[in-house]
């Protein structure tokens, strides 16, 4: 059953009957340590809920309401990933991601792009500005969720491979 979100269905989760594989993962404790940051940075009030409302039981979720707001927190707080719309007042999400990856203390932490605009245009102006993820609205929420977890262990995994190399 894959989850699906649907920018004209009122903001809520319509299932289908579609499969897709995503690895089962264990919730973390509220006060575990070892959950990942997530930063979630949306306009929309009730996206950014929604959005909330999918990770709040795997990651310790912090919210912004706009881009500029977004780069205070990332800095601030220097969250594992970061989930960003792209069309947004003050300062959009291809700025946002710009500014991050122009900032050394920001560079190095996964950012996925959330978009109404499907084309190959304002993918490859989302990829260029460093984006990780550029991902289509409506998007499937198992399908973000998937990959969130991939780009946080693939981090991980270098983490470990870099640190093992400087030790030796």
């Known amino acids: 059953d894959e989850r699906i979100f649907r920018a004209d269905s009122d903001m809520t989760i319509e299932k289908y009957s579609i499969s897709v ?9 509220k006060d575990d340590p070892s959950r990942y940051r997530l930063l979630i940075i ?4 009730q996206m950014r809920g929604l959005l ?24 601030s707080q220097q969250p594992d990933i970061i989930i960003s719309d792209v069309q947004m007042p003050v300062m959009d999400g291809l700025s946002l991601c710009s500014k991050l990856r122009q900032d050394f203390s920001t560079c190095h932490i996964p950012i996925i792009l959330l978009t ?11 990829i260029n500005v460093g984006a ?14 998937a990959k969130c977890h991939n780009l946080l262990e693939n981090r991980r995994m270098l983490r470990k491979k870099f640190s093992q190399t400087i030790d030796s």
């Open 132 to 145: 990780d993820e550029f991902i289509a609205k409506p998007f499937s929420v198992d399908l973000l969720e």
């Open 116 to 126: 109404a605009h499907t084309s190959v245009t304002n993918n490859l102006e989302g």
């Open 21 to 29: 594989p995503v690895e089962k993962r264990i919730e973390k404790e």
């Open 52 to 75: 909330v409302s999918i990770f709040e039981n795997e990651y310790d979720v912090s919210e912004a309401a706009d881009g500029a707001e977004g780069i205070e927190k990332a800095q």
């Open 42 to 45: 949306e306009d929309d009030f």
